[in-house]
C-alpha cells in the first residue's frame, strides 16, 4: 500500500495512520487522494483519519469529502441514511447532515441495510420539530393543544348524539375514542391522557377502514380529517395539564356541544347538518379566540403566540364549514358550482392559512437572522418557483389529455406557464418534475373522488377537469406568497393573486365564516405592508 | 435539567467525543437505562451549543464518516458543577432521612 504524502503525517494510536490536514480550505482539494488509497483491508484494524484542527469555519472541506467519497462508495444503508435526512430543512442538513448519517451509520452497525425504526422515527420526529421552529410554531402547539381536543370531543359528542340516529354510520367508534380522551385529560394522570389522545387519532382513521367491512358507511372524509388534524395538534401540543385547564378544557368541550345544538341546520341533507352546525361552532369558537389574541397586541403584549395558535387550529376547522353553494341553489353556473365546493373551499382555506402562518412566522426568522437568512430563503429561489409553474402546468395539462381540455383548463395552463415565464429563471427540473408528479396524482384522486370513489368510467370527464383546476390554487399560492417576499419580482405575484381571485371570488357568498376571516386577515396584512412601505419611503425622502 | 441532558454533560466532562461517543458513553454511564437516539442527541448538542454549554473542538473524517467533537465549555463546566452539587445535596439528604428511619 502506498502511503499518502499529504501534509504532514500523524500516527494516530486509535486508527493505525491518519493524515492530518492543517487547513480546512487546503483539505479540500486532496482528500480524495487520501481516499483513493485507503481502502481499508479485509481484517486489518487500519482506517485513514484525516483531520481538520480548525473549529470556527465550515467544514467544507468534511462535506466535500463525504459527498463524494472516492473509493468509499455509499452502502444502500448510508444512501438510504441521506435519504432521512432530507426530513430536516436545508440549512440544518449543511449543517449538520454529515455528522447525523455518520452517527446513524456506526449505531446501526454493520449488517444492517435499513436504519434501525426507532432512529428513523427520532429523526423525522426532531427534524419535523426543527421544521416548525423556523416559524415559531412549535411555540403556538401547546398554547393551541387544549382547545384542538376541546373541538374533537364536542365534535365528536355532538355528531354522536344528533347525526348518529339519523344516519348511522362507522363514526362511533371515533366519537367514543375522542371522549375517553377527553376523560383521560380531566381525570387521569399525564402519560395516559397523551396515550389515548393517539388511540382517537388512529380510531378516526379506523373508522374509514372499517366502512369497507360493514354495512353503516363512513363520516364525511372532511370530518375525518379535521377530527384528525385537531388531534395532530393536540398530541404534538400535549403538556401535563394544569387543574385549571382540567377544567377548562371540558366546559370548553360543553359550550361547543350545546352551541352546536343551537345553530339551525341552513338547509337539509346530509352535509348541511353535520358540517354547516360543526363548522359554524368551530369557526365561532377560533374566532373569538383570535379575537382575545389581537385584543392582547392591542395592549401593547406580544400576540404572536396566540396568534400562531389560533391559525393552527384554523387549518383543521377550515376542512369543516364549507357552505355547499348547489344546495344553497346560490346563483352560481355549473362551472363556478363545480369549481367551488368542498374541495375548493378545503383548499383555499389551506393554502391562505399556510400562507397567513408563513407571514407571521417570517417576523421570527426575522429576529433570528443572521447568516441563515439567505439559507431559508432558498425554498422560494427563482428557480424553484419556475420549477413549481412549469410542474404543475405540465402535471395538469397531462391529466387534462387523459379526460378533456375544456377552455378553462386551457386557460389554467396558460395562466401557469405564463407565472412560471414572469419568474425569469430556468426552471430547477428536480422541483418540475416532483410538482408534475405530485399535481397529476393530485388531479386523479380529485377525479376518483368526486366519481363517487370509482377509478374507471367518469361521467362528466369535463366537470371532473374543471373541478380538479381548483388544485392549481396550490401553485399560485407558493408563487403568491413568494412573491410579497421582501426584494421579490411582484409581477408573477399579480398574476397568481388575480388567478386564484377568479376562481374563487364568483362563489364569495359560499365562503365559510373562516374564509372571510382568514381573507380579510390576509387584506389588513397586506394594507399593513403598503403603509410600512410607504412610510419607509416618506422617512428616506425625509433623510436625504 | 432533565437527565438525558445532564448525561450528555457528563460524558463530555472526560474528554471531547463526537456523536456516536456521546451515545455509548452516555449508555454505560446509565448503566444501559437510557439510550440516546440520533435526532434527540443532535438535538440536545443544538439547545447546548445555543446556551453556549458545549462548542465544536475538532473535526476529523474516519473512513468517509464527519466525526466532529464536542466538548463543554467554561460555561458548560460550571453548569454541570452546578447541577451535581444540587443532585449531591439531593441524595445526602434522602440519605440522612433513610438513615433515620432505618435506626429508630
Known amino acids: 500500500m502506498t502511503k499518502p504524502v499529504v501534509g504532514d503525517a500523524m500516527t494516530n494510536p486509535a486508527t493505525g495512520h491518519a493524515i492530518t490536514k492543517p487547513m480546512a480550505g487546503d483539505a479540500m482539494t486532496k482528500p480524495a487522494t487520501g481516499h483513493a488509497i485507503t481502502k481499508p483491508m479485509a481484517g486489518d484494524a487500519m482506517s485513514h483519519t484525516i483531520t481538520s484542527q480548525s473549529t470556527k469555519t465550515k467544514p467544507a472541506a468534511a462535506r466535500a469529502m463525504t459527498q463524494k467519497p472516492v473509493g468509499h462508495a455509499a452502502t444502500p444503508l448510508e444512501r438510504r441514511c441521506r435519504l432521512l435526512l432530507h426530513a430536516y430543512p436545508a ?98 394522570r399525564p402519560g395516559a391522557a397523551r396515550a389515548l389522545i393517539g388511540v382517537a387519532i388512529a380510531a378516526t382513521l379506523a373508522t374509514a377502514l372499517l366502512a369497507v367491512f360493514v354495512p353503516p358507511e363512513r363520516p364525511p372524509v372532511w370530518v375525518i380529517m379535521s377530527l384528525t388534524g385537531l388531534g395532530c395538534i393536540a398530541l404534538a401540543g400535549y403538556r401535563p395539564p394544569t387543574l385549571e385547564s382540567r377544567f377548562n378544557v371540558l366546559a370548553a368541550t360543553v359550550a361547543v356541544i350545546v352551541a352546536c345544538g343551537v345553530v339551525s341546520p341552513p338547509a337539509p341533507g346530509y352535509y348541511q347538518p353535520v358540517l354547516a352546525r360543526i363548522g359554524a361552532v368551530v369557526a365561532a369558537g377560533v374566532l373569538a379566540t383570535a379575537v382575545v389574541a389581537l385584543h392582547r397586541r392591542r395592549s401593547g403584549q406580544s400576540a404572536r403566540l396566540p396568534i400562531m395558535a389560533r391559525l393552527l387550529l384554523a387549518l383543521p376547522a377550515t376542512w369543516l364549514g364549507p357552505i355547499d353553494a348547489i344546495a344553497w ?19 383555499l382555506a389551506t393554502c391562505l392559512v399556510l400562507c397567513v402562518i408563513g407571514w407571521f412566522g417570517q417576523g421570527g426568522r426575522a429576529r433570528r437572522a443572521g447568516g441563515r437568512e439567505e439559507h431559508s430563503r432558498a425554498p422560494f429561489s427563482k428557480e424553484r ?23 378553462h383548463t386551457i386557460a389554467a395552463v396558460c395562466v401557469l406557464l405564463l407565472m412560471a415565464a414572469l419568474v425569469r429563471a430556468r426552471p430547477c427540473m428536480p422541483v418540475a418534475v416532483l410538482w408534475a408528479c405530485g399535481t397529476a396524482v393530485g ?82 396584512q397586506g394594507l399593513a405592508e403598503v403603509r410600512r412601505a410607504a412610510h419607509d419611503r416618506h422617512a428616506d425622502a425625509l433623510i436625504e | 435539567m432533565q437527565e438525558p441532558t445532564f448525561l450528555i454533560l457528563t460524558a463530555l466532562a472526560g474528554a471531547p467525543m463526537h456523536g456516536y461517543g456521546v451515545i455509548q458513553e452516555v449508555a454505560e454511564l446509565s448503566g444501559g437505562r437510557v439510550k440516546l437516539r440520533p435526532g434527540t442527541l443532535y438535538g440536545a448538542l443544538d439547545r447546548l451549543a445555543e446556551q453556549g454549554l458545549v462548542t465544536v473542538s475538532r473535526e476529523e473524517i474516519v473512513d468517509g464518516r464527519l466525526r466532529r467533537y464536542y466538548e463543554l465549555t467554561r460555561d458548560g463546566v460550571s453548569h454541570l458543577d452546578a447541577e451535581a452539587s444540587r443532585l449531591a445535596d439531593n441524595a445526602q439528604a434522602a440519605r440522612s432521612r433513610l438513615r433515620r428511619l432505618a435506626t429508630p
Open chain 1, 329 to 347: 341553489h346560490l346563483p352560481l353556473d355549473d362551472l363556478t358550482a363545480a369549481r367551488f365546493g368542498r374541495l375548493a373551499h378545503v383548499v
Open chain 1, 385 to 407: 418557483l419556475a420549477g413549481v409553474g412549469v410542474g404543475s402546468a405540465a402535471g395538469y395539462a397531462a391529466f387534462a389529455s387523459f379526460n378533456a381540455w375544456p377552455p
Open chain 1, 91 to 188: 440549512d440544518y442538513r449543511a449543517h449538520r447532515g454529515d455528522e447525523i448519517v455518520a452517527t446513524l451509520l456506526d449505531s446501526a452497525g454493520p449488517h444492517r441495510t435499513v436504519p434501525p425504526l426507532g432512529d428513523v422515527l427520532d429523526v423525522l420526529g426532531h427534524a419535523l420539530r426543527r421544521r416548525m421552529a423556523a416559524f415559531d410554531l412549535h411555540l403556538g402547539v401547546p398554547l393551541a393543544a387544549p382547545w384542538a381536543l376541546a373541538l374533537a370531543a364536542g365534535l365528536s359528542a355532538f355528531a354522536w348524539w344528533r347525526i348518529e340516529p339519523v344516519i348511522p354510520t362507522t363514526g362511533p367508534l371515533a366519537y367514543a375514542a375522542w371522549l375517553s380522551a377527553l376523560a383521560g385529560w380531566v381525570l387521569l
Open chain 1, 443 to 524: 388531479c386523479w384522486a380529485v377525479g376518483v373522488y368526486s366519481n363517487n370513489w370509482s377509478t374507471v368510467g367518469w361521467d362528466s370527464p369535463t366537470k371532473t377537469v374543471v373541478l380538479a383546476s381548483m388544485l392549481t390554487l396550490v401553485p399560485s399560492s407558493v408563487i403568491g406568497f413568494a412573491a410579497v417576499r421582501p426584494g421579490a419580482r411582484r409581477l408573477p405575484g399579480v398574476v397568481a393573486g388575480g388567478w386564484i381571485a377568479y376562481l374563487t371570488l364568483p362563489a364569495l357568498i359560499a365562503w365559510g365564516p373562516l374564509l372571510w376571516a382568514l381573507a380579510a386577515m390576509i387584506v389588513l
